[in-house]
C-alpha cells in the first residue's frame, strides 16, 4: 500500500483478479453459453471459488469478485442476473468442500480470518452457535450514511462468521442514499456494489433459496431399483434425476399403493404360469397327443383375457381400475386389464422383456420338435418329453423376475405415479416465498426446490422439508442503526438477533440477543470500537515481523517522551499479534477501507462533528491515526487529544483540532463540497418543477408519526428560499397522501437544518448565517392528530434549544384557525404570521437560529407523542 502525502489523496480504488481477461472470453464461447442455464450457474460459481482458492491466503477480494459478478452479468448469457448470494448458496449447497473450507473462502473474500467467537461482541454465537436459515442484516427505511455504513459492515461480519446455515443478506431498503459517500463505496468496490450485494426490497422475507437444504436428500439415477434403498426411520428425500434434471419424487407414503399394483400385476403373472403348466401338464397327460393339439393349445391358454385371471377377479373396482391404468400406461396393453396375455406378451417384446415372447415361441415350436413323430404323433419317450418340459418351464420364472425389477426400477415406479395414480411433481423454485410453500406442501413431508430451464427441464437443487417450513422461526435479523419494529417491515417468522444502535430502542426478541447500544452519536462509533477491539489481537498493520521490530528498536533508541510511550505500546501490542495470531489475519486493505466508511459515516451523522460527545472524538481520533499508520507502513499519531483539558468543552475543542488538522481535512473536503453542490442541483432542479430526493431522510417512529431532515449549506439558502413554497406544497401533498394511506400516522415534521461546509470547519472561519432554520408541521383536520400535536409541543417547547432562541412563526393554508390556536397556546410571545390564506393545504413553520436545533435524534425523536395500542 503506498503512502501518498496526504490521507486524502489516498482512496482505494475496485481491483479485478489478474486473469479476469481470459476468464470472460471463456464464459463468451459457444460451449459455455450452449450450456443449460443450471450448467452456466454451476460453471459460473466453480470458476469464481477457483479465483478465490488460487488468491494469495492473506487477501481481501471483495472487489475482485464484484468485478467478476459485474462482469459475467455484461455478458447477458445467463438468465438472471448472477449476484453474491448465489455464489454463497452454490457454496453451502452444492460445492461440497468442507466446513472449514468455507469459512477460509469467506475469509479471502472479507479480508480477515479470525476465530469465529471474536464476533460474539455483535452477533449471539458463542459456544459454536449457528442458526437456522437466512440471516438479514437490515438498515433502516430511508437509509442515510449512518445505517448504509453500518449495515454493510454488519453483513460483511455476519458473512465471514457464518451466523446463519444459509444465506446472509445485507438489506438496504429502497436502495442507498443519493449521496457522495455513496459514490465513494462505488469507488472503492465497484459500481455494481450495490446490485450485486445488497436487496433493496423493503420487506424482509424468505423464501425457497433461503430454506433449501440437500440434507438427507438421496439422488437416484432412472435405473436403480427401489428395494436398494430406503427412506429411513429418519426420513430421506429420493429424487429421480436423468442426466442433472429432475424427473420426480419417490416419497414414503407412495410406496404402499405402488407396491400393490405391482403386487396384482405379478400376481396375475404367477396366475398365468400356473395355468400355463396345469395346461401343458394335462395335455401331455392324454393319450393320443398329436402335434395338431399344440397350436391350439397355444392359442387357448396366450387368448384368455387379462381380466379372468382369479386375481385379477379379487379386485374391486378401485383396484381394477388401477391395474388397468397400469397395463395400458406402463406395460403398453392398449386394451388394459380387457386385453389378453398374448396382447401382454407383445408389449413386454416393445419393453425389451422377451422371455415371455421367447417362451410362447419355443411352446408353438413344440409342433415341429422332434418330440413327435412325422405321423404327427408323439414319442412315447418319458425322457425326451420332461426334458422339454423342464427346458421349457426354465425361463418361465426368470422371465417373472426379469418383469418384476423392471417395474422397480425407480423411472417406472414413478411413470406409475403420474400416469397411474394422477399424482403429478409439486415442486417449487428458489423464489417462491414461505407463505405460498406451506400452502403448497400439504401433507407431503417436503417439497422439492427445482432450477427450470428455457427448454423445460429442471435442475434439483435440494429440498424443503416440512418440519423446517413450519418452524415458528425461520431466520435471523441484525438491525444496525435502529432498534424497533417500525423502521423495518419484517416477516412474523424472522428472529431479532444482533442490535447495535446509538437511538433509544423498543424491541422484544425470543431469544437472548447480542445488543450493543450506546451513548454515541453515530452508530458506527460503536461498530469502529469493536472493530479496534478484534483487529488489534490479529493485525500487523501492514508491516511485516521484520518491520515492526526495526520500529520498536527506534522507538527504544529516542528520547523518551509521552508521544513516544503511546506509539511503542501499540508497536508492542502489534509485535504480540505478529506472533500470537498463527493463521489469522487482517488484510491491511481491509482494515483501511474499513476505518474509511466508519470515518465518512460519522462525519456525516455528526454534521462534521457538529454534535459530537468525548466518545466520538476519541474514536475519531483513533481512526484517523490507524489509517494514516497503515498508510505510512509506520506507526504514526497525526491527532493527539492529550493536550486538551478534560473540561465540558472537551469535545468540541477536539472536533475543532481533529477536523483542522490537514490530513483529516483532505479526506472530507471533497465529499463535502460535492455535497454541497448536489443540493444546489437538487434545489436547481424544483424551479423547473422537478422533485428530487430532498425528502429521503425519513422516519417514521412512535407509530404516529413521521419525521424527515434535510440538511443544507449556507451557500444553499437563497436557491432554497426560491423555491420554499414549491418544497412545502410537494411536502404537505405527501404527507396527505401517507395519511390517508395509513390513518394513525398523522403527525408530519421536516427539519431544515443549516450545516457548516468543508472549508468553514477547516479555516474556523463560521459567521452566523444571516437566515433561519426551520420546522414544518402538517397534522390533519383531526382531534386525534391535534392531540399528538399539542403533546409535542407541550414537551418541546422548554427544551435547551428552544431557551433564548429568536423564533417565528407562520401558518400557511385556508384553515389555519385550528393549527394557529395550538400553535399561540404554547408560544404566545413568538410573531405569527398567517400567510397562503387562499392554499389547500394547511401547515405551520417555526422558524428559529440557524445550527441551533440540528439533531433530529436528540432534540426531536425524545419528545414525540406515541401512539397508544
Partial sequence: MHSPTLLGEYIPSAEKFPTISEVVEKFRTSKVQSLSYPEQLLQVSQVLYQLIKEAPLESFLLSQVIDFITQVNQLNFLKNPYKLMDFEFWLNQLSDISYEENLAIRAKIVGKYVPRDEYQVFFPIGMGKTYEGTHFVSAHHSP??????????????????????????????????????????????????????????????????DMVTRKNTIQKPPHALVSSFSHSSAGNAVLLVDQNSYVGDWRANDVEEIQQVLFFFTSCLRWFENYLYSHLISLFAEQNIRKTHIPALVNKIFSVSIKHAEPAKELNEKQTRELDQFLVHIIGVKKGIHGTFENLVNALKNLNLTDFYEFYHRFLALESSDLFENSGDIDESRTKIFKYLQTLFHGMPKGIQYVYNYCNRLEIVIQIKHLVFNKIPHTISLQTDVENIRAKIHDYDYLTVVLPDPSGNAFPLGVVWAKDIRKPILGTVTFRDF??????????????????????????TTS?????????????????????????????????????????QSLYAAPSSLLNDRLLKRLLDRRIASQTRRSYYVHPQREFIEYFCFLHAIFDDTDLLTKVSARDVECVASLLNKMKSIADKKEVEMINLEDIPRDPYFAQKAAKKILQNEDTYSVYKKIYALKEEEIEASLQLCISGQMTNLFADTKEQNGCCRVGQTKIFKSNYPTFARVANVLQRYWSDKAIKINQQFPQID???????????????????????????????????????????????????????????????????????????????????????????????????????????????????????????
Avoid at 438477533?497 to 446509538?502: F, G, N
Avoid at 435547551?800 to 429568536?806: E, P
Fill in 747 to 869: 403527525l408530519h415534521l421536516q427539519m431544515i437544518s443549516t450545516i457548516r461546509s468543508a472549508n468553514e470547519v477547516f479555516w474556523g472561519k463560521v459567521d452566523p448565517p444571516s437566515h433561519q432554520d426551520e420546522i414544518w408541521f402538517w397534522v390533519p383536520n383531526r382531534q386525534e392528530a391535534y392531540d399528538h400535536l399539542i403533546r409535542f409541543l407541550t414537551a418541546f417547547q422548554s427544551t435547551s434549544g428552544m431557551v433564548d432562541n429568536q423564533l417565528k412563526l407562520e401558518i400557511q393554508g385556508s384553515q389555519a384557525a385550528q393549527l394557529g390556536l395550538i400553535f399561540l397556546n404554547h408560544f404566545s410571545q413568538v410573531p405569527l404570521v398567517y400567510t397562503h390564506e387562499n392554499q389547500e393545504q394547511t401547515l405551520a413553520i417555526l422558524r428559529f437560529r440557524a445550527g441551533s436545533i440540528n439533531s433530529r435524534k436528540a432534540m426531536i425523536s425524545p419528545y414525540l407523542p406515541r401512539l397508544l395500542p
Fill in 144 to 209: 442515510d450514511i449512518d445505517t448504509m455504513v453500518a449495515s454493510f459492515w454488519g453483513w460483511v461480519d455476519a458473512f465471514a462468521a457464518r451466523v446463519g446455515d444459509a444465506l446472509h443478506i445485507w438489506s438496504l431498503p429502497g436502495g442507498p442514499p443519493d449521496s457522495p459517500v455513496t459514490q465513494l463505496f462505488r469507488q472503492i468496490f465497484g459500481e455494481e456494489v450495490f446490485t450485486v450485494t445488497c436487496r433493496s426490497s423493503d420487506r424482509l422475507t424468505l423464501a425457497g433459496i
Fill in 483 to 508: 432498534c424497533n419494529l417500525e423502521e423495518v417491515h419484517m416477516a412474523s417468522y424472522l428472529n431479532v438477533i444482533s442490535v447495535v444502535d446509538h437511538h433509544k430502542a423498543s424491541l422484544k
Fill in 512 to 552: 437472548t440477543p447480542a445488543v450493543l447500544i450506546g451513548d454515541a452519536q453515530s452508530c458506527n462509533v460503536l461498530i469502529a470500537e469493536q472493530a479496534f477491539h478484534i483487529n488489534n489481537k490479529y493485525s500487523v498493520g501492514n508491516r511485516t515481523a521484520g518491520e515492526l521490530e526495526t520500529e520498536i
